[in-house]
């Protein structure tokens, strides 16, 4: 299969009843949808994959971010996430498509589309989408697959950015 589905940052720190204040997303809808599109996806024989945000386990990060730290239960895939494949990368950055591995994985595979879902869809998922244009591969967002904490005026900009680039968003 050319497609893949990637799931990006569905992370404890996220998503489950430890997190901070900023991240209000609902995690019960939100983890609905997107396992309702992971088993979609792993049914009709795509690969489905999953991405991790990490940060660095530095004091600094500690305090300025605390959260997505390495080695932190917070960092791991969120526990009512439905695990299909063995496909999980970690990224330092908003671009989940600049871990190397990943996209020799793509490669590899002839994976020509990527679907995305996860979170943030104006932050972490958009910028994989944007990663991915610039690459010439073919991005979508699933928009019922995605949630954001972002400020509309933030979102608009980026759904200008997204247009231009021609990324579908569904």
């Known amino acids: 299969m050319d497609t893949a589905l990637i799931v990006i940052d569905m992370q404890n720190d996220y998503l489950y009843e430890k997190r901070k204040s900023k991240f209000s997303y609902n995690t019960k809808e ?3 949808n997107v396992n309702k599109l992971i088993h979609q996806y792993n049914d009709k024989g795509c690969d ?6 990490i940060i660095q386990n530095l ?11 390495a080695g932190t239960e917070g960092a791991e895939l969120y526990s009512g996430l ?18 190397k591995q ?3 994985h793509i490669q590899k595979n002839g994976i020509k589309q990527l679907h995305l879902c996860g979170l943030d869809e104006y932050g972490c998922v958009s910028s994989t989408a944007l990663g991915a244009a610039k690459r010439g591969i073919k991005a979508e ?26 990324i579908k968003v569904r």
């Open 48 to 53: 489905v994959i999953y991405i991790r945000h």
């Open 102 to 104: 990943l996209m020799a």
């Open 141 to 166: 967002i699933i928009s019922n697959g995605t949630a954001t904490v972002l400020p509309l005026k933030k979102v608009e900009k980026i759904k200008s950015r997204l247009e231009k680039a021609g």
């Open 30 to 32: 939100l983890t609905a």
């Open 59 to 69: 004091p600094t990060n500690r305090l300025l971010f605390g959260f997505s730290i």
């Open 82 to 99: 439905d695990i299909v494949s063995d496909y999980c990368f970690d990224k330092l950055v908003g671009d989940a498509l600049t871990n």
